[in-house]
């Protein structure tokens, strides 16, 4: 690596999401005055997360709509009677 060119806070950096006990040991610029011991035996800086991909699966900020058939399926439902009227014309 480039000497020189990194902040000098530039280190691992435990980042920790508590609603799941999970956690990864990251090299990391983040600004945390924590520190935490972890599985390893080694004492990181602790940067805690509130969400993160292990507490939320699909992580948008928003919930997805399941739907149990597909978009060709509701379009046909939406437009069944429209092609009688055009046929009629």
Same mark, same amino acid.
């Given at each position: &690596?480039? @000497?020189? +060119?990194?902040? $000098?806070?530039?280190?691992? #950096?435990? *980042?920790?999401?508590?609603? #799941?006990?999970? %956690?990864?040991? +990251?090299? !990391?610029?983040?600004? $945390? =005055?924590? $520190? &935490?011991?972890? =599985?390893? %035996? ?5 940067? $805690?997360?509130? =969400?993160?991909?292990? !507490?939320?699966?699909?992580?948008? %900020? /928003?919930?997805?709509? #399941?739907?149990?058939? %597909?978009?060709? !399926?509701? *379009? !046909?439902? @939406? *437009? /069944?009677? &429209? ?5 009629? @014309?």
């Amino acid at each position: &690596m480039k @000497k020189g +060119i990194h902040p $000098t806070n530039y280190r691992e #950096v435990l *980042f920790y999401d508590a609603s #799941v006990q999970q %956690g990864w040991v +990251i090299r !990391s610029c983040a600004a $945390t =005055t924590k $520190t &935490m011991k972890w =599985t390893d %035996g080694k004492e990181y800086p602790l940067y $805690t997360l509130d =969400t993160s991909s292990a !507490s939320h699966p699909v992580y948008t %900020g /928003k919930r997805r709509e #399941v739907n149990s058939e %597909g978009r060709a !399926s509701r *379009f !046909s439902d @939406k *437009f /069944k009677g &429209m092609a009688s009227l055009v046929a009629k @014309k």
